[in-house]
């Protein structure tokens, strides 16, 4: 599975942005998928998981719950990343992680196998 993550950018505090993963691959469905990100000097940390197509449950980490929706649509192998009400310390670089075994809740980037290339995403205060 190759992933390819866009849609970031520079927005005010307050604003709104859309990631977007879109992944190669007939068995896309099958994956666990997840968002990640990472700011200077600091550890990937978890962002939003969502499960496969089996069940579709999603699960955030409580820095982002109630202002991050992730969802995806395997007709067009794309996961989504809508965040909401940016804050100066939502800035990192944000990738997206494939697990065609895990779940939405495994929140250690070990676990997963493949990775975008990131995408940066800058909110200004």
């Known amino acids: 599975v190759q992933l390819q993550a866009s849609g970031g950018g520079l927005v005010q505090a307050g604003g709104s942005l859309r990631l977007s993963c879109a992944a190669s691959?007939?068995?896309?469905?099958?994956?666990?998928m997840a968002w990640f990100r990472q700011a200077p000097g600091t550890e990937r940390e978890f962002v939003a998981g969502?499960?496969?197509?089996?069940?579709?449950?999603?699960y955030y980490a409580d820095s982002v719950k109630g202002r991050f929706i992730i969802s995806r649509d395997n007709t067009k192998n794309t996961v989504y990343l809508q965040m909401n009400s940016l804050k100066p310390e939502d800035t990192a670089v944000y990738y997206c992680?494939?697990?065609?075994?895990?779940?939405?809740?495994?929140?250690?980037?070990?676990?997963?196998?493949?990775w975008g290339q990131g995408t940066q995403v800058t909110v200004s205060s």
């Open positions: 969502i499960d496969n197509w089996r069940s579709g449950k999603s």
């Open positions: 691959g007939r068995t896309f469905g099958s994956y666990a």
């Open positions: 992680g494939a697990d065609h075994y895990g779940t939405c809740f495994a929140v250690d980037h070990i676990e997963y196998e493949y």
